[in-house]
């Protein structure tokens, strides 16, 4: 043989490397993760079957075909309507989706009041700037669930009685909550609603298209105004070709309650002004840190193209800030959303009320705590899961 054929047949050092021996470093770590991971299996399938084992010597039932059988108790506020024989699963879709309400709409309206408050810590206006930094400092240092309470106190026994309700046209506002007229839902609104998606989606591409030109040009195109007309706009031709239906359910004093309409109670304001005031105050102090992690230059730089100080905040600042503010954001609406679990404390009939009753009237403690911790956990997921997306779109691609 000679000796080129010789060193052809030799094998190539990745080759050698692409085996892996269980007496090399990287095939004992991977024995390792292997043996921790089973024994960590192998603990949970212990610790549940003796937990099963010792609920059978003492006679409680287990399992989850309870959520099949129909509950026996009122709920004051929900989403969806139910019946006398509706089934505990129903009970817990409206616990979860009076969760979900006053998540979703607390997030929107801590996000809007920390970013504003964040900004004004910078304010040229000394009053506005000291007034920004006293809310973050009361609201971030007195706890939730203190808060939570003393709101509950302001709309259970501050405002009026039903006989003396305020009355601004067709809205009322009492020791009842609040009352509003409320649109009679056909297929107008239906139509509006998908309108509004599809212009909100044009909006987000154009936003891309003028960021683009921005970074192309140096000139800044219109683009909330922009936005707010295409989503109004396909809105509006929804609710155009669903027939323009303009029926409204109004409200009206009844004998015990004011009936029909819409309303909010004063369990759900008192969480959801308690959690926006509460999470608002966090998120002001991470926007601040953002805001403030940009180098001066960069003012400086957006002042020599003769940006104005709000273009400068808004097209340069703002988006290189993103980077510092969205990581700890995303904690903030984590929090938001596991800290209304302590609307047990006031009334209102979110997840871990539902929880709470049910496993009262069926003795299925781990079974209804576990359906909460799986509804959190899912949500916290996708929460993060949409937190990371919109991380990895603002992030600033180095060219």
Not at 301 to 322: D, E, F, I, Y
Not at 327 to 350: M, R
Request: charged share 15%; net charge positive.
């Amino acid at each position: 043989m000679s000796h080129f054929s010789m060193i052809e047949a030799r094998p190539s050092p990745d080759k050698k490397n692409r085996s892996i021996s269980w007496r090399s470093r990287e095939g004992r770590s991977v024995i390792y993760q292997v043996v921790a991971l089973l024994s960590a299996f192998a603990l949970v399938a212990l610790l549940v079957r003796n937990t099963l084992a010792n609920m059978r010597l003492r006679g409680i039932q287990s399992g989850y075909d309870f959520l099949f059988q129909p509950f026996g108790f009122d709920i004051s506020e929900t989403v969806i309507d139910y019946a006398h024989n509706s089934s505990y699963f129903v009970a817990f879709a409206i616990g979860m989706l009076n969760t979900l309400k006053v998540a979703i709409i607390g997030i929107a309206l801590a996000t809007v009041l920390g970013v504003l408050i964040g900004v004004g810590r910078f304010s040229a206006n000394f009053l506005v700037q000291k007034i920004c930094y006293a809310f973050v400092e009361f609201f971030r240092n007195v706890p939730v669930y203190l808060q939570l309470l003393i709101w509950y106190l302001v709309f259970a026994e501050a405002l009026p009685d039903l006989d003396n309700a305020w009355n601004a046209g067709h809205f009322y506002l009492s020791k009842n909550g609040i009352s509003f007229p409320w649109p009679v839902w056909q297929l107008g609104q239906t139509l509006a609603l998908v309108g509004a998606v599809l212009g909100l989606v044009f909006g987000l591409y154009y936003r891309h298209l003028a960021r683009a030109h921005f970074d192309r040009t140096g000139h800044a195109r219109p683009v909330f105004g922009v936005v707010l007309a295409a989503i109004l706009g396909m809105a509006v031709l929804g609710w155009l070709a669903g027939g323009a239906p303009a029926e409204w359910d109004l409200p009206k004093v009844g004998d015990f309650q004011i009936e029909d309409g819409g309303a909010f109670s004063p369990e759900f304001m008192a969480l959801l002004f308690g959690l926006v005031f509460y999470t608002a105050a966090f998120i002001a102090e991470v926007v601040r840190s953002g805001i403030a992690s940009v180098s001066l230059g960069q003012h400086e730089a957006a002042a020599s193209l003769g940006l104005t100080k709000n273009q400068s905040m808004r097209l340069v600042v703002l988006p290189q800030a993103l980077r510092v503010i969205i990581p700890p954001l995303t904690s903030q609406y984590l929090n938001l959303t596991k800290n209304s679990s302590l609307a047990v404390a006031i009334g209102y009939p979110e997840l871990v009320s539902i929880a709470n009753t049910t496993l009262n009237q069926t003795g299925r403690a781990i079974e209804a705590l576990s359906i909460v911790m799986l509804v959190y956990l899912t949500l916290s997921l996708i929460t993060s899961a949409l937190m990371n997306w919109f991380n990895a779109s603002a992030a600033i691609q180095e060219r």
